[in-house]
């Protein structure tokens, strides 16, 4: 639904396999200095925003994420 809407809106929707929004946006060489999430972030993505200098309002969840825990990053 996020995506149609955001395709809808001429938004260009950025999708890397097995990662969080946050994680895709940071990675896409887009520049991206700050995200506003929906859901809290995992303490994963959250650190990965702070190490990229992403700023954020958009509290954490104090929770790594289970897709992540499996697949060992963020």
Known sequence: MQRTW???KGITVINM???HA???LIKSGKEITE???SRPVCLDCKDLMNE???KSKTP???NKSRKIRNIGRC
């Open 52 to 54: 990229k200098g992403v």
């Open 22 to 24: 946050e994680e895709s």
């Open 17 to 19: 396999k097995d990662a």
């Open 35 to 37: 995200i506003e999430a």
């Open 6 to 8: 955001a395709e809808s």
């Open 60 to 62: 954490r969840s104090g």
